[in-house]
């Protein structure tokens, strides 16, 4: 354990399981469609908040839960059963949530977590305020100029220094001043001139002029360059956490033309992840079995390919990038209930195996995310279970073809299934 946030790389050993939560499930065999998200319940994603106190997760059933982790949680054999110390209940589906970077559970104003919700706006929330009161603290509307109507961020990100935070919709990258509620975006940066510009990086054509299509993912690295992915396989480097100039415009799908690389396609960015020194982008995409490495010092310079991911699903499944003293490690859960670790990938080229993996549980493992200070890992698991259909379904925040859910309601009787939506933290000690 190192106070200043560099990992002790674990043991081989797998890691011991210290307490769960569950989330509660509907047991209804013929769902109608106002029960279909219950019937279906899940743990989306998981993170910790920065101070390493709680673990925050966004579930189907549209509920932020807060988790404060027990003090003596490494202190006794038992296994600990963690319950929600606070659930913020959103009205439709939470496309993106961010933890405020100077998340302090001593200090109960900083406490803030940002999350977006279908057509209405952005909205900013305090788990830590009493339960008799509202948790909402304020509001940022994100309103197109041509319909006056929501739009709805697929991705948020606080800026480094927290006064102001990111949001990536249709392409479309804009600022907003958290001390500003109320108000529309300090600034709009279109990712293309105009919407009605094609793509030339869909074409794989120098002259690419941006990226279009929705920005799904954003991450911002030590030295403040902005990266950007969208659901179009798009990446998009900008200097100044966004405001500055272009650094860089690359296509993920230029990676996937190498047919000596089995398994090395995509159906969209998902998540983009800086390197803790800057220079390699770690970007992975939903119906991939794999993470991508770029150099970014080289533009577009695919470095490696970190295989054997299991996440060939239409369902976002995070990956963490893992600071260590030799550098850092990847970590990423797969369908199968593992998770696999992937070590000094920046050091050689081409495709990569796991180092390391464990059964985290015997579903889709959504999230394995480290605890910023200690040999602690946090997993989440779960995925959509119908007992009418047997097909597997895109999440609602990466399709624009999920309203239409009607033929969830009139499939076969699928085959039986291991259900595992639990929430677990692992000690590797």
């Given at each position: ?47 910790w908040s920065p101070d390493g106190t ?192 272009v650094v860089a415009l690359f296509s ?178």
């Open positions: 354990m190192d106070s200043g946030g560099i990992i002790d790389t674990p043991s081989l050993q797998p890691p011991r399981c210290v307490a769960s939560a569950e989330l509660p499930q509907n047991g209804a065999q013929t769902p109608t469609r106002s029960e279909f998200r219950r019937e279906s319940n899940c743990f989306k994603s998981a993170q709680c673990l925050v997760t966004n579930s189907e059933d549209q509920i932020l839960r807060t988790f404060v982790l027990p003090v003596d949680l490494l202190e006794t054999p038992s296994l600990h059963s963690l319950t929600p110390y606070a659930a913020f209940s959103a009205p439709s589906p939470i496309y993106a949530t961010a933890i405020h970077p100077h998340y302090d559970l001593a200090n109960p104003s900083s406490t803030l977590i940002l999350h977006s919700v279908r057509d209405v706006p952005i909205r900013l929330s305090n788990p830590l305020y009493p339960a008799s009161s509202s948790q909402l603290v304020a509001s940022y509307p994100l309103v197109s100029p041509t319909t006056e109507k929501h739009t709805t961020p697929h991705a948020l990100r606080f800026c480094r220094a927290g006064t102001a935070f990111l949001t990536g919709s249709d392409s479309l990258i804009a600022l907003f001043d958290l001390s500003r509620p109320g108000e529309a975006p300090a600034a709009r940066f279109p990712t293309v001139p105009s919407r009605g510009t094609k793509s030339l990086l869909a074409k794989g054509g120098d002259g690419a002029v941006g990226i279009k299509g929705i920005v799904s993912a954003l991450d911002v690295s030590c030295d403040g360059v902005l990266a950007a992915g969208t659901l179009t396989r798009e990446v998009g480097l900008y200097d100044a956490e966004g405001s500055g100039d993920v799908a230029a990676a996937g033309e190498d047919r000596a690389v089995v398994g090395m396609h995509g159906a969209g960015v998902t998540q983009v992840v800086w390197s803790p020194c800057g220079r390699y982008l770690y970007v992975a995409e939903r119906k991939s079995d794999g993470v991508v490495v770029y150099d970014v010092r080289v533009t577009g310079r695919r470095l490696g390919w970190l295989r054997g991911r299991r996440a060939e699903t239409q369902q976002r499944m995070g990956i963490e990038v893992v600071p260590t003293a030799a550098g850092c490690e990847v970590w990423a859960g797969g369908t199968d209930g593992r998770v696999r670790a992937w070590r000094e990938s920046w050091q050689r080229e081409g495709v990569q195996e796991p180092f390391f993996e464990w059964v985290a549980g015997s579903d889709a493992v959504s999230s394995a995310v480290f605890h910023p200070c200690a040999t602690v890992a946090a997993t989440s698991s779960g995925q959509r279970h119908h007992g009418l259909c047997n097909k597997q379904y895109s999440s609602n925040e990466d399709s624009q073809s999920l309203d239409d859910q009607s033929d969830l309601l009139s499939g076969t009787h699928a085959p039986e299934v291991a259900v595992d939506n639990t929430l677990r933290v692992w000690s590797f000690e």
